[in-house]
């Protein structure tokens, strides 16, 4: 091969992400000198590595800039691919991970279709003040997921689904915290572990016994009493008397989602993933039965392998191929308030009593709770938003009094959640399609891991952990 052309004038790419980066004009000799110049050195070896394999020859377009896609670009990059990144928004992490709870859990793996769920959603149905909501108006688009929700919360499998999302987990946080030791992101991340607090002493066994059953997975805890609460977070003093106990995960962690998804973006585009963003993909190209592109809103593209990482939206998607997706949106809130220094809160809390989560991200809590099934319907519905902040008040008895309300950001987003509860990922019955969706609550937690299964996937290598439980 002809050596590439010294360029006299390169244009600068910047070193964070901005908005609206367009590299079509950019040629592609100019490419890879930005990429080989922004990028870390041991990666310019591996880059090096594939090269000589000839792995660069594949073209590999991933849906969606969400945590899941964009993790996954950079996976795919990572091992030396030719990957494009696409996303109907301007920006990634527009969706799901804008402003999720932040927590990193491996201890919470549990999917929401817990033994009992049916009775739960028929007895909360309407009600709005309800921490799991079903809306009337959308029963009838959730009849066929719902069937599979249910018939997966029976004991047997719910429990075996625990223990795969659980693994998943804890191989996502191993890979998370190896990527962040290389790349050394700016996202609030803190390995502070997470504190859960009971005020019903049934629910805190309940939660020790299923914690006890996740020892062999890598998930440890820690039994404190209410005095012991009140000592390592002394914003839960006011309540202290309330506790029966806690549990304590010194495995978990937090950061910011939605700035870890940018913040790799920008790394990803540095290391030569071209980033396109305000394109739509309308529909699939197809070659002799496998998939060898997309239509978009900007034009066809080619590629040799997608990988379908759109949250709500993929089934929509994948119908046009005769492929039923078993992924629902569940509509989630939070709110993140600006607090000064002297009440911030020293760990992440898990509220079980009010079903609220409460995570420190840098000078900021994010506040976040409820579960609602209201079909893809994102307006931001105010009640429910106002729930959750009386819900954490109910935790932080002082926050009113530390709290702007004009600066409060208030968020809903659709949570692509699987029937079974667990992600669904790798190839699927059309050759050169892969899928990465359905975390649900955990996407944040396993976007790390699911990206690095589908990474081998594609690869054809051995992956970390079986696909069987996660296959389409």
């Keep these: 091969m002809a050596p590439r052309p010294p360029s006299p004038t390169l244009p600068p790419l910047p070193r964070q992400w901005q908005?609206?980066?367009?590299?079509?004009?950019?040629?592609?000799?100019?490419?890879?000198?930005?990429?080989?110049?922004?990028?870390?050195?041991?990666?310019?070896?591996?880059?090096?590595?594939?090269?000589?394999?000839?792995?660069?020859?594949?073209?590999?377009?991933?849906?969606?800039?969400?945590?899941?896609?964009?993790?996954?670009?950079?996976?795919?990059?990572?091992?030396?691919?030719?990957?494009?990144?696409?996303?109907?928004?301007?920006?990634?992490?527009?969706?799901?991970?804008?402003?999720?709870?932040?927590?990193l859990h491996a201890s919470h793996a549990e999917p929401?279709?817990?033994?009992?769920?049916?009775?739960?959603?028929?007895?909360?149905?309407?009600?709005?003040?309800?921490?799991?909501?079903?809306?009337?108006?959308?029963l009838p688009g959730l009849v066929p997921w719902g069937i599979e929700f249910l018939w997966n919360s029976r004991g047997g499998r719910f429990e075996r689904n625990t223990l795969v999302n659980a693994r998943l987990a804890e191989y996502s946080l191993r890979e998370l915290r190896a990527l962040q030791q290389e790349l050394a992101l700016d996202f609030d991340f803190a390995e502070s572990g997470i504190l859960k607090i009971f005020q019903d002493p049934q629910s805190l066994e309940k939660n020790r016994n299923a914690?006890?059953?996740?020892?062999?997975?890598?998930?440890?805890?820690?039994?404190?009493?209410?005095?012991?609460?009140?000592?390592?977070?002394?914003?839960?003093?006011?309540?202290?008397?309330?506790l029966c106990g806690a549990l304590f995960f010194p495995g978990d962690a937090i950061g910011n989602a939605a700035t870890f998804t940018r913040e790799l973006t920008a790394v990803a585009e540095r290391a030569g993933v071209r980033?396109?963003?305000?394109?739509t993909v309308?529909?699939?190209?197809?070659?002799?039965?496998?998939?060898?592109?997309?239509?978009?809103?900007?034009?066809?593209?080619?590629?040799?392998?997608?990988?379908?990482?759109?949250?709500?939206?993929?089934?929509?998607?994948?119908?046009?191929?005769?492929?039923r997706l078993p992924v629902a949106p569940v509509k989630g809130y939070s709110l993140t308030?600006?607090?000064?220094?002297?009440?911030?809160?020293?760990?992440?809390?898990?509220?079980?009593?009010?079903?609220?989560?409460?995570?420190?991200?840098?000078?900021?809590?994010?506040?976040?709770?409820?579960?609602?099934?209201?079909?893809?319907?994102?307006?931001?519905n105010v009640s429910r938003a106002e729930n959750v902040l009386a819900q954490c008040r109910r935790t932080l008895p002082w926050l009113p009094e530390h709290v702007d309300p004009d600066t409060m950001e208030p968020w809903a987003g659709l949570r692509p959640m699987s029937a079974r509860g667990t992600p669904?990922?790798?190839?699927?019955?059309?050759?050169?399609?892969?899928?990465?969706?359905?975390?649900?609550?955990?996407?944040?937690?396993?976007?790390?891991?699911?990206?690095?299964?589908?990474?081998?996937?594609?690869?054809?290598?051995?992956?970390a952990l079986p696909l069987e439980p996660f296959l389409p």
């Design 282 to 323: 309308t529909g699939w190209r197809r070659f002799q039965g496998r998939i060898n592109g997309v239509e978009t809103s900007r034009g066809p593209m080619a590629a040799d392998a997608v990988v379908l990482a759109s949250g709500f939206a993929a089934p929509g998607l994948l119908r046009r191929l005769g492929i």
């Design 337 to 380: 308030l600006h607090l000064n220094g002297a009440s911030r809160l020293r760990l992440p809390i898990i509220d079980d009593a009010n079903k609220v989560v409460l995570t420190p991200l840098g000078s900021r809590l994010r506040l976040a709770g409820t579960a609602e099934f209201t079909g893809a319907d994102l307006r931001m």
């Design 424 to 463: 669904i990922l790798g190839p699927t019955p059309v050759p050169g399609l892969y899928l990465n969706t359905g975390a649900g609550h955990l996407g944040w937690t396993f976007a790390c891991g699911s990206a690095g299964l589908v990474r081998d996937s594609i690869l054809g290598r051995t992956p």
């Design 19 to 103: 908005k609206g980066t367009d590299l079509k004009s950019v040629p592609e000799h100019h490419k890879e000198q930005h990429r080989l110049r922004g990028t870390p050195r041991g990666l310019q070896c591996a880059h090096a590595t594939a090269n000589q394999r000839g792995l660069t020859a594949m073209h590999v377009i991933v849906i969606g800039a969400g945590v899941t896609g964009t993790t996954t670009a950079w996976f795919l990059r990572d091992a030396g691919l030719s990957v494009t990144l696409l996303d109907a928004a301007d920006l990634p992490a527009q969706g799901a991970s804008a402003a999720n709870g932040g927590m």
């Design 112 to 138: 929401w279709n817990a033994p009992g769920v049916g009775w739960d959603l028929l007895r909360h149905i309407g009600r709005a003040d309800s921490p799991l909501l079903l809306r009337p108006r959308a």
């Design 211 to 242: 914690s006890r059953r996740m020892a062999d997975v890598g998930v440890h805890f820690e039994d404190w009493d209410a005095a012991r609460v009140a000592a390592e977070e002394p914003a839960l003093e006011p309540i202290a008397h309330r």
């Design 275 to 279: 980033w396109r963003p305000n394109t």
